[in-house]
């Protein structure tokens, strides 16, 4: 789908729910669409405040409705259309959904300018798990590590 018409309609359609959302005062001013075949398979608005969900994200809820209403845990042949760039939660959930290609109108820096500020998380990520600001310490892992070597082994397991 190359048709720049295409595009803007569905991106038209993510900052349509964006605004839409933030009329209702359902959450912040974020919107994405989930397309596939040239038809919208999802669609998500923040909600994380009318839900008190921290996870409830744009992209998150667009992924989550196109994965329902195409009874599928990928996103295959998909494209996302988002208001804004995604956060770094968002942009891992859109890389575990493996669509084909990602859209966004207004950039980080848009957003922060409103109060929506990611680049403390982009800071943080890459920092070794003892220099981050969040205290972390990794328990006995050996009960863990089982689960996994039995995972390894399970033939009925659907890989992903």
Known sequence: MENSNEHEKFMREAVKLSADNMKSLKGGPFGAVV???????????????????????AEV?????????????????CVIYSSCEPCPMCLGAIYWARPSHLYFAAGRADAAAAGFDDSYLYQQIPLEISRRDLPTTQLDASEAKEVFEQWIRLEQKTPY
């Open 61 to 77: 809820m667009a992924i989550r409705d196109a994965c329902k209403n195409l009874n599928s845990f990928q996103l295959d042949g």
């Open 35 to 57: 397309v596939k075949d040239g038809v919208i398979v999802g669609r998500g608005a923040n909600s994380v405040t009318s839900l008190n969900d921290p996870t409830a994200h």
